[in-house]
């Protein structure tokens, strides 16, 4: 499949900090994808290196089939950008700043402003200062998609914002769905906030890609296990290598099975756990998911 | 508004449940053949899911026989050829597989699961 932003083992310091560690993944086209992780992950910094605004120390990555570092006006007119608390004239009224984005770009589409304008309720005759948080993340929303970008990068778009304004940010930004098709890759520490709008999914942690996957193959193929042991089972039993996790409390086992198959499972607990009731099998939230490879990786590093 | 019902739930691939609320508004006349069916677009703005979800969803329920494409029109509902009573019976499979499960993680039996099924039914 295409990719309009693809990571190739990049890298990235800060002195002594290393944000990025040799990190690799894609934004399949048509996509959704979310950057998900704590603050300090390394969301925002992958994101600034794919618009330029960073260099990678090492490795490369690639935005719409050229070098990052090599960006021009002509590639950065075919990408939107919106971040938390990015810089904004201020002193510029709704009107003015829609009319001064306006001529940047030669595919401004007057149209979808007019109805995006409209979607949002964006006072045309107040100063950008004194919108709401909301109001300015929106107005921002509307230069960065009148133009009709093929990719869209949004850093933590949703931070601060109640759900009812998120909402209507999420619908605006839907406005672009159909037509052509354009991508999206959006960074947001809150996983619930993004778990139904994102179809790939490329989690983080301290710098490194801890996934890089469809939503829809990580839920089909992550389930959370509980097993009821016997009073007299004595010692945990050795786990296929794609069950991980395990934590034992009294005589109830949890694991997660991160490659599960639910006509094999049967067979293989019972051969595990000779004697013991059916386990109980459930699916995992993207959010538990992540907690949970998070917690297992730590376990890995012997942290 | 969507014409149909939906109700997402946590752990389960949304294309998944959306195909699966479609069928059941289809098959109890909630959405009426001939219907005009939601585009991409305005599925995806108002379920707030992603419009590559959305068009999954669309193309499997074309595949199964639920949706039709109408020149001019887009997708349009269509009532699936075979017995919907039998479609409806399937639907409920995954929620008795959970009380199966449930059932054996209590130890009850296959007769005492039924007991408590016909219990639960009288009650209600």
């Known amino acids: 499949m295409n990719s309009l932003l693809e990571f190739h083992q990049v890298s990235r310091r800060f002195g002594r900090s290393q944000a990025l560690k040799s990190a690799s993944f894609r934004v ?20 600034r290196i794919a618009l330029n605004l960073l260099r990678p120390s090492s490795g490369e990555a690639r935005v719409l089939g050229a070098d990052s570092r090599k960006l021009g006006p002509a590639e950065l007119a075919r990408i939107g950008y919106v971040a938390e608390g990015m810089e904004l004239p ?21 149209d979808l402003e007019r109805e995006l304008r409209k979607q949002f309720a964006l006072p045309g005759d107040r100063k950008l200062k004194h919108l709401s948080r909301g109001q300015r993340m929106k107005a921002a929303l509307v230069s960065a998609l009148a133009y009709r970008p093929e990719l869209l990068v949004l850093d933590e778009p ?15 930004l839907l406005e672009l769905a159909g037509g052509e098709g354009f991508s999206v890759v959006l960074s947001s ?36 296990v509980e097993v009821l042991l016997p009073e007299n089972f004595g010692d945990l039993p050795a786990l296929p290598p794609t069950w991980i996790a395990p934590q034992s409390s009294g005589r109830v086992l949890r694991f997660a099975d991160t490659s599960h198959d639910a006509a094999a ?39 | 508004m969507l014409p149909f019902r939906f109700h997402l739930l946590d752990g389960v691939p949304v294309s998944d449940q959306l ?32 419009p590559t979800t959305a068009h999954k969803a669309v193309l499997e329920l074309r595949d199964a026989g639920f949706l039709a ?18 479609q409806l019976i399937s639907q409920l499979a995954p929620a008795c597989r959970d009380l199966i499960r449930q059932a054996g993680l209590l130890g009850l039996t296959a007769e005492e699961t039924q007991k408590a099924l016909r219990r639960a039914l009288s009650e209600d």
Request: include cysteine.
């Open chain 1, 158 to 172: 949703f931070s601060g914002l109640d759900p009812l304004v998120r909402d209507e940010f999420i619908t605006g």
């Open chain 1, 189 to 224: 520490h809150d996983i619930e906030e993004v778990d139904r709008l994102a179809d790939h999914v490329v989690m983080l942690n301290h710098g490194e890609v801890l996934l890089n996957e469809s939503t829809e193959s990580l839920l089909a193929r992550h389930r959370r």
């Open chain 2, 19 to 50: 195909v699966k609320a479609v069928q059941r508004a289809v098959l109890t006349g909630e959405m009426a053949p001939g219907e005009k069916f939601p585009s991409v677009r305005v599925l995806a703005q108002e379920l707030k899911i992603s």
């Open chain 1, 28 to 47: 399949p086209a048509g996509s959704i994808t979310a950057l998900l992780g704590p603050n300090g992950a390394g969301k925002s910094t992958a994101l």
């Open chain 2, 69 to 86: 494409t109408r020149p001019g029109a887009g997708m349009v509902v269509v009532k699936p050829a075979g017995s919907s009573r039998e």
């Open chain 1, 265 to 303: 499972f049967g067979q293989t607990a019972a051969k595990v756990f000779p004697g013991c009731p059916p386990p109980d099998v459930r699916p995992y939230s993207l959010r538990e998911l992540f907690v949970t490879l998070v917690r297992a990786g730590k376990a890995d590093a012997g942290l």
């Open chain 1, 90 to 110: 201020d002193w510029m009224t709704v009107d003015q700043f829609l009319a001064w984005c306006r001529p940047l770009y030669p595919k401004w589409d007057s």
